[in-house]
Antibody, heavy 116, light 112 residues
Framework: QVQLKESGPGLMQPSETLSLTCTVS????????VGWVRQPLGKGLVWMGT???????NYNSAVQSRLSISRDTSKSQVFLKMNSLQPEDTGTYYC??????????WGQGTLVTVSS | DIVMTQGALPNPVPSGESVSITCRSS???????????LNWYLQRPGQSPQLLIY???TRASGVSDRFSGSGSGTDFTLKISGVEAEDVGVYYC?????????FGSGTKLEIK
């Protein structure tokens, strides 16, 4: 079945670069896109960006200058890198299968705390 | 950016009652292909969001037929017919028409 699982460091310091990995199974990254969605603690959902089946990307302009999404199709992994972290980047980060329509399948999420 | 505005519910809602959750977009989500790019999700407490409805009115696989979606190009409704304990959580609408993809702020459902 379709599964996605996020992994990465739980605690980051301000100004550091965040690296998260989304490992997928049950589908191919060359046939489906994967998006990243952030949820600040106790707040709503914010789309950050998507890498599409063909490898192209779209980013939310609010974080575009700091964000990079890439993938390794041989390992079924999608990567998020975001630099210049600030405390307001604290939240749960989800990856989700994104086929150009809805986010049909979601990972469990990984909590990232940015604090000195 | 397209702004998504959600209404509130008169919580708590008695079990078995039907409720409608509203969502309004600042721009029509009806595309030239005839589809309306509006999705609904439920985030149960402590869980990831799950897809309920896509293209405004198509139920996702495995979703109860108690959930139905309707609307126009800018005004949308998610109806839950006979709420049950498992329906507790926060409901989000999301537009998939243009970047940046945006979500509503969420509507919380509590059941009495």
């Amino acid at each position: 079945q379709v599964q996605l699982k996020e992994s990465g460091p739980g605690l980051m310091q301000p100004s550091e670069t965040l690296s998260l990995t989304c490992t997928v199974s049950g589908f191919s990254l060359t046939s489906n896109g994967v998006g990243w969605v952030r949820q600040p603690l106790g707040k709503g959902l914010v789309w950050m960006g998507t890498i599409w089946a063909g490898g192209s990307t779209n980013y939310n302009s609010a974080v575009q200058s700091r964000l990079s999404i890439s993938r390794d199709t041989s390992k079924s992994q999608v990567f998020l890198k975001m630099n210049s972290l600030q405390p307001e980047d604290t939240g749960t980060y989800y990856c989700a299968r994104h086929g150009g329509g809805p986010f049909a399948y979601w990972g469990q999420g990984t909590l990232v705390t940015v604090s000195s | 950016d397209i702004v998504m505005t959600q209404g509130a519910l008169p919580n708590p809602v008695p079990s078995g009652e039907s409720v409608s959750i509203t969502c309004r977009s600042s721009k029509s989500l009806l595309y030239s292909d005839g589809k309306t790019y509006l999705n609904w999700y439920l985030q149960r407490p402590g869980q990831s969001p799950q897809l309920l409805i896509y293209w405004m009115s198509t139920r996702a696989s495995g979703v109860s037929d108690r959930f139905s979606g309707s609307g126009s190009g800018t005004d949308f409704t998610l109806k839950i017919s006979g709420v049950e304990a498992e329906d507790v959580g926060v409901y989000y609408c999301q537009q998939g028409l243009e970047f940046p993809l945006t979500f509503g702020s969420g509507t919380k459902l509590e059941i009495k």
